[in-house]
């Protein structure tokens, strides 16, 4: 597989900012990350994508309990 790989999700466009509550995108998500359940919280986890609210610029997390792949850029 390439590792310049670009893909697409349905859910990294609507990311909720868990300080502000304010929605905004995120521009990497992992390969698997709209196949694996996921939730938001203010402390990382086992599988995390650290999102920056551009909003509030708070940080925050994307949590996976299960391994989604390796976090690539989105092709938006």
Same mark, same amino acid.
């Given at each position: 597989?390439?590792?310049? !790989?670009?893909?697409?999700?349905?859910?990294? $466009?609507?990311?909720?900012?868990?300080?502000?509550?304010? =929605?905004? %995108? =995120?521009?990497?998500?992992?390969?698997?990350? $709209?196949?694996?359940?996921?939730?938001?919280?203010?402390?990382?986890? %086992?599988? =995390?994508? %650290?999102? =920056?609210?551009?909003?509030?610029?708070? $940080?925050?997390?994307? !949590?996976? $309990?299960?391994?989604?792949?390796?976090? %690539?850029?989105?092709?938006?």
């Amino acid at each position: 597989m390439c590792e310049n !790989v670009m893909h697409i999700s349905q859910f990294a $466009d609507k990311l909720i900012c868990q300080h502000c509550y304010k =929605t905004h %995108k =995120t521009k990497e998500w992992p390969l698997n990350g $709209d196949m694996v359940p996921f939730y938001y919280q203010k402390e990382p986890g %086992k599988y =995390t994508l %650290k999102v =920056t609210c551009p909003h509030c610029k708070k $940080d925050w997390y994307v !949590v996976w $309990d299960n391994n989604p792949g390796p976090i %690539k850029p989105l092709l938006f």
